[in-house]
């Protein structure tokens, strides 16, 4: 039995959101190995290294990771322990799925999108800069990558909280 009409459509937006919010994460990968290759480059044959390359490279590294890990829920490639969820029903992994949601996944990522967006806010109220850095950039960009990816997590757990009620009614898998 497929998921009605209404909420059909809400799992495919979502879902569609996050795997192109992955595809679009995924790009970053690119200037972030092009600024560690001209940072190794600088610094080992004209004896020049830059200021800026390993603030860029963990700016974008942070981002890559957490704005990928809606694209990773929607995938199932986060870690689970299969020795025994793999044994068990459809129905019973929906189930246990959907209680894990309810119970541990959403208040955390309310938590991180309410703590982050406050963390986001502070910074740029402040135009707060990394001290530690003889560039010293801006952060409050990296740091509104928090509750957006927050967001986007809470997004995509809505759409495999849906799924996993539909796997635990039905005992087929959305």
């Keep these: 039995m497929a998921l009605p009409a209404g909420l059909a459509r809400v799992v495919r937006s979502i879902d569609g959101l996050s ?13 972030m190995v092009l600024s560690l290759v001209y940072e190794v480059f600088a610094r080992y044959l004209f004896t020049a290294p830059t200021i800026w390359a390993y603030d860029v490279t963990y700016m974008l590294y942070g981002t890559f990771f957490m704005l990928g890990a809606a694209f990773a829920l929607k995938r199932q490639a986060h870690i689970r322990t299969d020795t025994f969820y793999n044994a068990w029903s ?19 990522m309310l938590a991180l999108l309410w703590v982050g967006g406050e963390f986001f806010a502070k910074s740029l109220s402040q135009g707060e800069r990394v001290v530690t850095s003889p560039w010293m950039p801006i952060v409050y960009p990296f740091k509104f990558v928090i509750p957006l990816s927050a967001g986007l997590l809470l997004l995509q757990g809505l759409s495999e909280f849906i799924k996993s009620v539909h796997a635990g009614l039905t005992g087929e898998r959305a």
């Design 90 to 108: 459809v129905r019973r992994r929906g189930w246990t799925d959907a209680a894990c949601y309810l119970v541990l996944f959403f208040p955390g």
């Design 19 to 31: 795997e192109w919010s992955g595809r679009i994460t995924a790009m970053l990968i690119v200037p």
